[in-house]
């Protein structure tokens, strides 16, 4: 649905210096019908990458192609008409504060020349899509933040658009409202099969929600993929993000060892752990850890505090025999000390 194709954007530098690279030639396969997350630090070229996808910014290089059309090649009608296929939706819904939820969702297709009866089925529609049935003709005032960002989004969807591009959607919410709006996200594409794609420094966000997850450095792609290959790799930079560790624990007389179990074909879950230590005559107690079941899928960074049965530390062998076994099947480990 997208394929971004060696995009790269520089600016000049506003008082004269090195030019910014911002993007440096992304090539990008985003497929139809899914969620798409994009993180990064600040500054590593998210909005830029939005605003290629737009047309609003002109790409210095590349291809950016959303649904077959080419946007980076096109200019006054012809990119207006291919905008019309891309929603939007901003972290702050930025309404009109004099218009009602109602009318605020009605305005871009007023904008488009909409006949005034096809608005109205248009927008009686959207309303309920988003769930603000009994609110429509609320001010923007006599609206909740969730409810606000309810009315972003049928406003994005209001000219229905096969992409959703969603900048930092849920980063004015709280956690119970983010959920919310995160499930309408998933209840939208279930229903309309559109295509979205969501900018965010939250990682709840992409766990919750995206199929896929694509991490952008200094304007390059670094990690990209569905997303449980992504978390359970132990070796990229995003694992680490989305299945944090821990601080490690102080005052245990035990070797602690981390294991990161995501990528092994035989340790499925943290019990087969437990489990194997076994084999070595230990007795492991997780202490620290967290797991995320993705697609099904159990995916865990634990720490292990490792004793022999009568209550000390294991062995050094044994620690190291079981350490090497571990990483034979695909477990990534590091010793701690306790
Ligand atoms: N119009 C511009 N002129 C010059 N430099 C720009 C312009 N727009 C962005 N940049 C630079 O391009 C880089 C990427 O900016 P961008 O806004 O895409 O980052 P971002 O990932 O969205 O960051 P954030 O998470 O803070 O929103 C930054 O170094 C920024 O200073
Ligand atoms: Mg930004």
């Not at 994009?38 to 790409?59: D, F, H, N, Y």
């Not at 296929?85 to 297709?109: C, E, K, W, Y």
């Not at 997850?213 to 359970?232: E, F, K, N, W, Y």
């Not at 790799?233 to 601080?247: N, R």
């Amino acid at each position: 649905m997208i394929t971004l194709d060696g995009l790269t954007k520089v600016f000049p530098a506003p008082g004269g210096g090195d030019p910014v690279v911002a993007l440096d030639g992304i090539d990008l396969q985003l497929d139809a019908g899914r969620v798409h997350g994009i993180v990064g630090r600040s500054g590593a070229g998210k909005s830029t990458l939005i605003r290629c996808l737009t047309g609003l910014e002109k790409p210095t290089s590349g291809r950016v192609e959303v649904d077959g059309t080419d946007v980076a090649a096109l200019e006054g009608g012809a990119l207006r008409a291919a905008r019309r296929n891309i929603g939007m939706v901003f972290q702050h819904a930025n309404l009109l504060d004099s218009r009602t939820a109602a009318q605020n969702i009605s305005h871009p297709l007023e904008i488009a020349g909409v006949p005034r009866a096809e608005r109205q089925r248009r927008v009686a529609e959207l309303v309920e899509i988003v769930g603000l049935s009994g609110r429509e003709h609320n001010y923007p005032a006599q609206l909740s933040g969730g409810q606000i960002q309810r009315v972003g989004i049928a406003r994005g969807l209001a000219a229905e658009p096969k992409v959703l591009l969603c900048d930092e959607p849920t980063s004015a919410l709280d956690g119970s409202t983010t959920h919310q709006i995160l499930t309408l996200i998933s209840d939208l594409r279930e229903r309309l099969g559109i295509t979205v794609v969501v900018i965010t420094h939250e990682m709840a966000v992409v766990r919750e929600v995206c199929d896929t997850v694509t991490l952008l450095q200094d304007g390059r792609v670094t990690q990209t993929g569905d997303l449980l290959d992504v978390a359970a790799d132990p070796h990229g930079a995003l694992s680490a993000e989305l299945i944090p560790l821990p601080p490690a624990p102080t005052g245990i007389e035990a070797l602690v060892v981390n294991c990161d179990y995501g990528d092994s074909p035989t340790i499925r879950t943290s019990d087969d752990l437990v489990r194997r230590a076994e084999t070595y005559e230990a007795a492991a107690t997780i202490v620290a850890g967290t797991i995320e079941t993705i697609s099904g899928r159990q995916v865990g960074r634990v720490q292990l505090a490792l004793r022999n049965y009568s209550g000390a530390p294991i062995s050094r062998e044994g620690l190291d025999a079981f350490l090497r076994e571990l990483e034979g099947e695909g477990v990534v480990t590091k010793e701690v000390t306790a």
